[in-house]
């Protein structure tokens, strides 16, 4: 199957049945707009406000100025050739049941092919009742912890939805975000000529820094070069080891150089404020 996932995902009407939370409409909203899916319909809200709810999320005028209204639920899904709900627990009905992963494939398919399909999620505090449930063709079940089973109305949507988009873009064959690193400058490896030379001077440069001055510098410069040889590094990163060993040598002579500046700064000073025998500073009148 080819095309565009927006294009197969656009097939889906998401159904929000009597939702209780004006900010749990606002989060299936963000879901929706996150996950490609651009057409909600509410039946008998308890609170609509649309400037709320594209304040919770945001971009979204698009969505909630195309969300549809309905005073029941058979007039919601009335135009869909496949009705599926949402449950947290497995009951005993005639319905198809669904882990959310295999859904999104099924249910994605069958829009590639034309249909026209109602996600129905039930209110926050029961969820879908078995008489809503009945007017649905299949049911998605998200495997939860069986012990707490119930998952919040937005995070059920994503979920749902997320494998809806991860079905989409398999189907169709679009291509997928590159998640890889950046593709650096390609730099070919150091040679043993330059890493002999980096390790001379990291030699130095640890001596300046007193490293050597009380233990032996053999084994401590074979560790440093078990180090350096097992990060392999190219010519680029070794110049950068380099630059910093020149440094540490570098301000070490510049500090000496300033405090030996300082010391003759201060001898003649105090040379000249002692007046010399003879001078206008000794004489008598």
Sequence with gaps: ????????????????????????????????????????????????????????????????????????????????????GTSARRRSSKQ???????????LVGRALQGSRIALVFGP????????????CEAVINVPTNPEHSSLNLGHAALIVFYELRNAAVELTGSEEPDLGQKRLRRV?????????????????????????????????????????????????????LEATAFEIIHYEQRLRERLGGRAESSEDGESSGRPERGSRGDSRS
């Design 1 to 84: 199957m080819t095309g565009e996932p927006d294009a197969a995902l656009d097939r889906f009407r998401v159904v929000l049945q009597e939702p209780q939370d004006l900010v749990n409409i606002a989060l299936v909203v963000r879901a929706m707009k996150n996950m490609g899916l651009g057409r909600l319909r509410l039946v008998r809200p308890a609170e609509f406000d649309a400037y709320r709810i594209e304040g919770i999320a945001h971009d979204t005028e698009d969505l909630v100025a195309r969300t549809e209204l309905y005073d029941d639920l058979a007039a919601a899904v009335a135009d869909a050739q496949l009705v599926v």
């Design 96 to 106: 198809q049941w669904m882990r959310a992963a295999e859904a999104g494939r099924e």
């Design 124 to 135: 926050e505090h029961r969820g879908l009742s078995n008489a809503e449930l009945d007017v």
């Design 188 to 240: 070919p490896p150091a040679s043993s000529e330059e890493l002999e030379r980096f390790f001379e001077l990291w030699r130095e440069a640890m001596e300046t820094l007193g490293l050597f001055t009380s233990v032996d510098r053999i084994p401590k410069m074979r560790s440093f070069r078990t180090i350096v040889q097992r990060a392999s590094p190219d010519r680029r990163e070794l110049g950068l």
